[in-house]
C-alpha cells in the first residue's frame, strides 16, 4: 500500500472519530442536563467525560465567561484551569469569532482558526459551539480539536499527489491545471502562452555507468538550475511585474516543462530557451564524477500551435524530438511539417513491428574488390524492406525510425542472424565462401547480450568464424572506449573479425585505437566522393592509410564510384574497395551470380 492511500485512509478514520466523538458529547450533555439524576451524579458523570475527551471542551454562560474547561483544554492553550475559568472566552479567540450564536442557532463550526497558545505559538483548531437551554439560563458549549497532524497529513497527502517526489517540482497534473487556466486567460486577454518540453541528453548513460542514486541526484541538480535559470529569466517575457510567475514541472524520467504566460513575442521564449541550454551546459559535479549533459527544448506556442492543453504540450514534444534528430543542444520551435513529420514516424514504427512479425526484410550483400587485383574478396550485408505499400525501402528511410524508436537493436539481430544462415547455405552448396560483414549498431553494442547472441548464431549455422566480419562505427567505439576494448577483445578471440566504419569522422584517439582487437579501418564515403578533387580528402586518406599500415591494419574505401578514384586509392595503398563501380546491393541469388 503506497503512503498516499495509507494517508488517505488515516484521514477516513478520524473523520469516523471524530463523528463519534462528537455524537458521544451530544449524548453525555444531554445526559448532564436532562436526566432526572441528583446533581451529585451529574456533575461526577460530567467530570468523567470531560476528563474522557482528547479534545479541549470549554463551558461558558451568555456573558462569555468560562465556566469549566476539561484537561484537553489546557493542553490545548498550553496552560492550567485557572488561566482559563473566570475569564471571557472571546480573549482566548480572534475577534471575528462567532462565540455567541443568535437564538435557534445551528451548531457552529470553524474550520482552521488559529489561536494563539500562553507560549505564543500558534495553534490551529476545529471550534464547534452547542447551546444548551437550562432554567437558570443559556449555557454554551465549545468543542476544540487540535488540526496540526490533520493538516500534516493533508499536507502529505496533497504533495505526493501533486508534487514529484524526488525534485519537489509540480506534476503533469498541476502542470495541466495551470496550462488550461493560462489559455482561458490568454483566450480572453489576446495574448500568447508558451510551452517548452526540456529533455536531458544521452541521461540513460548516466542511470546505466554510475547507477540511479547518481542519475537521481542528477536530476535533484538539473531541478534546481532550472528554477534559477527561470527567476533570472522571467522579467524577458514579461508584460506586466504582476504576471504569474513561469511554472516548472518535472514530467517524469529526465522530462521537464515550462509554462510561460503572457508572454510578448516568441524572440524572448527563445532568449529563455537559450538560457536554460547555457545553464544546463555548466557541469554538475557528483561523488568525484564530473557531468556535463546538454539538453534539448521543445517550444509550443498558444494559439497558432495548439487550441487546447494537449495539443500544446504534445507539439511542444513533438518540437523537442525534432531538435533532438538535428544535433541536439537546441531549441526548435514547433511548425505544422512537424507534426507531420511525428505522424510519419508513428505509423513507420507500427509497420516496423508488423515487418519484424512477417517478414518482410531482405539482406542485400554489395560486393568487396581487392583493388590491386580486382578480384572479390568479400561483401557487406545490408538490409532492405519489402513494404507492402511503398515497395523496396533503403536502409536510410526507416533505420533512422527505427533508432529512434528502439527497433534497430531487433532488425539488426536479425539481420546478423540470416547473414549467417545465407553462409551456410552457400557452403552447403559448394560455393567458395567468402567473409560478410555485417554492421553492428549501437544498441547491439550497449546491450548487455551482444556476446551471447554472437555465439548463439555461430553455433545454430556451424559456419566458420572467420567468415563473418562485424562492422562498428568510430561514433560507436569512441561513446564508450573501455567497454570497446572489452568486447572487440572478446569477439576475436571467437574467431569473427573486426572492423572500424566510417573512419575518420568521430575522432578516434591512437591511444584507444591501439588497444582495440579491430583488423581493418574503413574510410568513410564522404573522404572518397571528392578525392582528386579536394587537396584535404586526399591528405586524409593518405593519413588513415599510413595510420592503419603501421599498426598491422587492412583499409577499405566504400563508396567508389569512378576509375579515378580507385586509380588514386590504390596509388595511396588502399587494400580493398566497395562501391557502384562495381555492383549495387543485391539479393543472395544475384550475389552468387556476379560472382561466377
Same mark, same amino acid.
Given at each position: ?65 468560562? *465556566? ?40 457552529? /463550526? ?163 530557451? *537559450? ?110 524492406? /519489402? /513494404?507492402?505499400? /511503398? ?173 579515378? *578514384?580507385?586509380?588514386?586509392?590504390? *596509388? ?25
Amino acid at each position: 500500500m503506497s503512503e498516499l492511500e495509507r494517508l488517505q485512509k488515516r484521514a477516513k478514520r478520524e473523520r469516523v472519530a471524530r463523528k463519534e466523538a462528537e455524537r458521544l458529547l451530544e449524548d453525555k450533555s444531554r445526559e448532564l442536563f436532562y436526566v432526572n439524576q441528583t446533581l451529585a451524579e451529574r456533575e461526577a458523570k460530567t467530570r468523567s467525560v470531560l476528563q474522557a475527551i482528547n479534545d479541549g471542551i470549554l463551558t461558558y454562560d451568555e456573558e462569555g465567561i468560562i *465556566q469549566s474547561c476539561n484537561p484537553g483544554a489546557e493542553n490545548i492553550f498550553g496552560c492550567n484551569d485557572s488561566r482559563l475559568l473566570g475569564h471571557p472566552i472571546a480573549s482566548l479567540f480572534p475577534q471575528d469569532t462567532l462565540l455567541i450564536p443568535a437564538e435557534g442557532h445551528d451548531p457552529k /463550526h470553524i474550520e482552521e482558526t488559529n489561536i494563539r497558545r500562553d507560549d505564543g505559538s500558534n495553534c490551529p483548531i476545529e471550534l464547534t459551539i452547542g447551546i444548551v437551554n437550562l432554567e437558570s439560563g443559556r449555557v454554551y458549549i465549545a468543542t476544540l480539536r487540535d488540526t496540526t497532524e490533520r493538516n500534516s497529513a493533508q499536507e502529505r497527502i496533497k504533495k505526493l499527489a501533486y508534487y514529484d517526489a524526488l525534485t519537489g517540482l509540480p506534476n503533469r497534473s498541476v502542470f495541466l491545471d495551470r496550462l488550461e487556466l493560462a489559455l482561458e486567460n490568454a483566450k480572453r486577454h489576446n495574448d500568447l502562452v508558451a510551452v517548452m518540453f526540456i529533455d536531458l541528453d544521452r541521461f540513460k548513460r548516466v542511470n546505466d555507468t554510475l547507477g540511479h542514486n547518481v542519475g537521481d541526484h542528477f536530476l535533484t541538480q538539473v531541478a534546481k538550475r532550472l528554477r534559477n535559470t527561470i527567476r533570472t529569466s522571467d522579467t524577458v517575457t514579461k508584460l506586466h511585474k504582476d504576471d504569474d510567475i513561469p511554472l516548472l514541472t518535472r514530467l517524469g524520467g529526465d522530462e521537464f516543462t515550462l509554462l510561460l504566460s503572457r508572454i510578448r513575442n516568441a524572440n524572448d521564449v527563445a532568449r529563455v530557451g *537559450q538560457r536554460i541550454l547555457e545553464d544546463l551546459r555548466r557541469p554538475v559535479r557528483i561523488d568525484g564524477h564530473e557531468l556535463v549533459l546538454t539538453g534539448c527544448i521543445g517550444i509550443a506556442l498558444f494559439p497558432g500551435d495548439g487550441e487546447d492543453a494537449d495539443a500544446i504540450l504534445r507539439n511542444a514534444d513533438v518540437a523537442m524530438y525534432q531538435g533532438k534528430k538535428r544535433g541536439r543542444n537546441q531549441a526548435a520551435f514547433y511548425s505544422a511539417s512537424m507534426n507531420e513529420t511525428a505522424l510519419h514516424v508513428l505509423t513507420l514504427e507500427e509497420e516496423l513491428h508488423q515487418a519484424l512479425r512477417n517478414s518482410e526484410f531482405e539482406v542485400h550483400f554489395q560486393p568487396k574488390v581487392s583493388i590491386q587485383t580486382r578480384k572479390p574478396v568479400g561483401a557487406e550485408a545490408l538490409v532492405r524492406w /519489402h /513494404h507492402p505499400k /511503398h515497395g523496396m525501402m533503403l536502409p536510410g528511410e526507416f533505420l533512422p525510425v527505427a533508432e529512434e524508436t528502439g527497433l534497430l537493436g531487433p532488425i539488426s539481430d536479425w539481420v546478423l542472424g540470416e547473414t549467417c544462415k545465407q553462409i551456410r547455405c552457400w557452403a552447403d552448396s559448394g560455393k567458395q565462401p567468402l567473409p560478410i560483414s555485417v554492421n553492428i549498431s549501437n544498441q547491439q553494442f550497449n546491450g548487455d547480450d551482444l556476446l551471447i547472441k554472437l555465439k548463439r548464431v555461430l553455433q545454430e549455422s556451424a559456419i566458420d568464424p572467420g567468415l563473418l566480419e562485424l562492422e562498428l562505427t568510430e561514433s560507436i567505439v569512441m561513446e564508450n572506449a573501455p567497454r570497446a576494448v572489452e568486447i572487440t577483445r572478446s569477439i576475436s578471440e571467437m574467431g569473427v573479425s573486426l572492423s572500424i566504419d566510417d573512419f575518420g569522422t568521430g575522432y578516434s584517439s591512437m591511444s584507444h585505437l591501439k588497444r582495440l582487437s579491430v583488423d581493418k579501418l574503413k574510410i568513410d564515403r564522404s573522404f572518397v566522393m571528392d578525392l582528386g578533387i579536394d587537396s584535404e580528402d586526399e591528405a586524409i586518406i593518405k593519413a588513415i592509410t599510413a595510420l592503419a599500415h603501421s599498426m598491422h591494419l587492412e583499409v577499405i574505401a566504400e563508396g567508389v564510384e569512378t576509375e579515378a *578514384q580507385l586509380e588514386r586509392l590504390g *596509388q595511396h595503398g588502399c587494400n580493398e574497395a566497395q562501391g557502384f563501380l562495381f555492383s549495387r546491393a543485391i539479393p543472395a541469388d544475384e550475389f552468387a551470380e556476379w560472382l561466377e
